[in-house]
């Protein structure tokens, strides 16, 4: 809004002219009435002079009262116009922050969306009923004391670091990984990734490499999960001297160095494990969380086996199916020590794969169907 009244250059100029004019018809008048000696003349003078006088005082009011009204007019211009600005900068900020907390809440909803699509594909791991329940109860635990230190609330003490006991093959590391994905969404790690590792990745074999070694692993393991399959074997029984206590007091010193970026998941036979734990009062103090990972029966072996078909394009011909269940009941039954569970499912898959094509490749056509299916055949290894 930018109204103003006219400028106080133009009403000088008027009243310049005025005078001018003012004082120069008088003066030509009294040179004519002093050369003619004309007495009418200063009877004109006269009311001339009160005609200026008159003209000259409505002029210096009207200069003034002009003057007033554009200073109080401008005054307002310029209050609207800083009003406006200082508007227009309320607005501004105002979306500013608008867009701040809707970005927060954006992010916040992506993180709901992405922690629950993981909690899914958790649920849909075949078997492990009681480890998803265990884990999801375990993650809700977490999540509210996250939620609690935001407000400003006093967290409960919760130790992160698990132990995770169960034969090969039951799922420990797919679980880990999808549990560290799970943490970097709800803010409890930065990075959310797992780093695999063993005796062999943390043990050196003299003295004072061990600690070098497994600083190196650990700092890779910095921001997410650092997953020890096998932890047991840093502790073996009747062995006087082992590099592998020099890993244990390592990672010891880390997990409190760490602590608030950093997650260790020790993994191996139930029985095992816990020989392990109470080798060390520092290993028991920390980890008190043990998750138990049963062995698959053998309707989830054949679910695993099904879905490691569907995954790479082949399916079971039905006449086989009933033998293929056979197979795995009898592993159930026969409970040989040596059975790796769903790892155990694989290299059988793996088998039957090569059972296949040896058994493809003796014939001259070989269809599409034929590249896909199972038989029977091919289960007789």
């Known amino acids: ?13 008027k009243l310049s002219a005025l005078l001018s004019f003012a004082i120069g018809i008088p003066i030509t008048v009294s040179i004519i009435s002093a050369s003619d000696s004309l007495k009418w003349y200063s009877f004109f003078w006269l009311i001339w002079v009160v005609v200026i006088v008159v003209g000259l005082v409505l002029m210096l009011i009207w200069h003034f009262v002009s003057t007033g009204l554009s200073k109080i007019f401008n005054k307002n211009d310029n209050t609207v116009v800083y009003n406006e600005t200082k508007h227009q900068i309320i607005l501004h900020k105002n979306a ?21 699509n993981l909690l899914k594909e958790l ?7 009681r480890v998803k329940e265990e884990v999801t109860s375990l993650i ?6 996250v939620l609690r230190e935001e407000k400003g609330l006093k967290q409960s003490p919760l130790s992160l670091h698990l132990v995770f006991s169960g034969n090969p093959g039951t799922g420990k590391t797919t679980v880990a990984r999808i549990l560290g994905k799970i943490y970097k969404n709800i803010g409890v790690l930065s990075r959310g990734h797992l780093i695999e590792t063993d005796r062999a990745g943390l043990v050196a074999g003299y003295v004072g490499q061990t600690a070098i070694q497994t600083k190196q692993i650990i700092q890779k393991a910095r921001g997410g999960i650092l997953f020890i ?27 409190e160095d760490y602590r608030e970026d950093f997650i260790v998941i020790v993994a191996g036979y139930p029985d095992l494990m816990k020989h392990f734990i109470k080798s060390n009062p520092g290993l028991q103090s920390r980890f008190n969380t043990y998750i138990h990972f049963d062995d698959y029966n053998a309707k989830e072996l054949f679910e695993i086996f ?16 009933d033998t293929l269940n056979s197979i795995f009941e009898n592993i159930i039954t026969e409970n040989n020590e040596n059975f790796a569970n769903a790892r155990s499912v694989r290299n059988f898959f793996e088998k039957c794969v090569k059972q296949q094509s040896n058994r493809l490749a003796k014939n001259d056509k070989i269809s599409d169907n034929d590249l896909q299916t199972f038989i029977k055949e091919d289960f007789y290894l």
């Open 123 to 129: 649920n849909a791991l075949i078997g492990l009923q």
């Open 229 to 255: 399959d096998e932890a047991y074997t840093l502790t073996p029984k009747n062995v006087s001297v082992d590099f592998g206590q020099e890993a244990v007091d390592t990672l010891l010193k880390a997990m």
């Open 1 to 13: 809004m930018q109204s103003q009244m006219p400028e106080n250059s133009e009403g000088d100029g």
């Open 306 to 321: 099904m879905s490691l078909c569907k995954s790479n394009n082949y399916i079971v011909d039905e006449n086989a199916i």
């Open 140 to 145: 809700n635990t977490v999540k509210i004391n």
């Open 96 to 116: 500013i922050n608008y867009k701040t907390k809707q970005n927060q809440v954006n992010k916040k909803r992506l993180k709901n969306s992405n922690t629950n």
